[in-house]
């Protein structure tokens, strides 16, 4: 692995998600709404996504722009994002005349839905240019599909920018509600096309087993991952399976024997968390809320390090794995110069990971 200050300064991941305020209900087996006894909180897929990345990068590398305004942004809340460091976030005054962006995240057994409770404000990579993070513009770009459609206008305007400013970052993607038919379009221009478990059964419902024993499953989403690689993204397919981990294929040379689909190896590793891992039974598994968008994060920083996509899932899982301690975010602190989040080095569990899927060098 490469350490942070040996990647070049000019290298930023953005995110183009917006900030949301999350607030909670449950739906009881009544079918009756009810508050959550849990406070607002800091939300937002981009946002789990830069902290994902934060875990392994210094914030100089990071961007992020926060909409919002002052009578709608808890400053407990802006303290709390300060805290990861003030350069990766661009805070703007919104001035179309809504609050900064809060969403309701509605829990009905371990289904979680969500809905805006106020007009987002969708970013593209236009909305960079009169940033911190317009010039230079970054090396990296995350995005999700939501609302849909999306991803168009984003490649549209990183294609423009390309003819005026020669810009042609990395593409991070994760497709959310965007149709089979636009994955087909757009994917030769994506690097890394990262659905999860929800996204694959909605876009290929015919291939969905009967059954949901988790070999059927792990079958299905391993032969998910191969139809999304026909689509030839620049780098790979990833297919995020929740407690079962993630399986992922690099798309292949075009010349290649192994570019036959008999031919392409789909790998496996498991999340951090298992019941094999030491700590498991000791409540450490609190919220999957965010884990998913913080594993593209991780997976990010690791691509923009200029690691493989093997050593990026492991980035990623442990990602995912600091953000299901807790509601909300991880906590980072420092100890002797060191970073810690959630009182652990990162890095630790990076190399056990490695360790577990015999990728230690």
Not at 88 to 117: C, K, V
Not at 265 to 291: C, F, M, Q
Request: hydrophobic residues 35%.
């Amino acid at each position: 692995m490469q350490s942070d200050d040996v990647v070049s300064s000019s290298r930023r991941i953005v995110t183009l998600e917006q900030f949301i305020v999350d607030t909670f209900s449950r739906i009881g087996e009544d079918g009756i709404e009810r508050p959550v006894d849990q406070p607002d909180q800091i939300g937002g897929g981009g946002t789990y996504a830069i902290i994902g990345a934060r875990i392994f990068v210094s914030p100089c590398r990071l961007g992020m722009i926060v909409d919002y305004t002052s009578s709608t942004l808890p400053e407990s809340m802006r303290d709390t994002l300060e805290r990861f460091g003030e350069e990766m976030w661009a805070f703007r005054g919104r001035a179309d005349g809504h609050p900064t962006a809060s969403a309701i995240n509605r829990y009905q057994g371990q289904t979680r839905g969500f809905e805006y409770l106020t007009e987002p404000l969708l970013l593209t990579p236009l909305s960079l240019l009169n940033t911190a993070f317009g010039d230079p513009l970054p090396s990296a770009v995350h995005f999700i599909s939501y609302p849909a459609p999306r991803a168009e206008r984003v490649l549209s305007e990183i294609t423009s920018l390309n003819a005026t400013k020669g810009w042609n970052p990395m593409v991070i993607w994760e497709p959310e509600a965007e149709s089979l038919e636009v994955i087909g379009r757009v994917s030769k221009d994506i690097d890394v096309i990262g659905p999860n478990h929800h996204e694959v059964s909605r876009l290929l419902p015919s291939l969905l087993p009967t059954s949901s024993q988790e070999e059927h499953l792990r079958d299905f989403y391993s032969q998910a991952c191969i139809e999304f690689l026909k689509y030839k993204p620049k780098i790979g397919v990833v297919v995020r399976c929740g407690h079962l981990g993630c399986c992922f294929s690099t798309t292949p040379d075009p010349t290649s024997i192994s570019c036959s689909p008999s031919k392409i190896e789909v790998k496996w590793i498991p999340a951090y968390w298992h019941l094999n891992r030491k700590g498991w039974n000791e409540g450490r598994v609190v919220d999957p809320t965010g884990a998913g968008n913080a594993f593209m994060g991780g997976l990010a920083a690791a691509l923009d390090s200029g690691e493989s996509l093997d050593e990026a899932v492991i980035w990623g899982s442990v990602a995912a794995s600091f953000t299901i301690e807790q509601d909300g975010l991880p906590t980072l602190t420092r100890k002797n110069g060191k970073e810690l989040w959630n009182g652990e080095d990162p890095w630790d569990r990076v190399q056990e990971m490695q360790r577990d899927v015999g990728n230690l060098p």
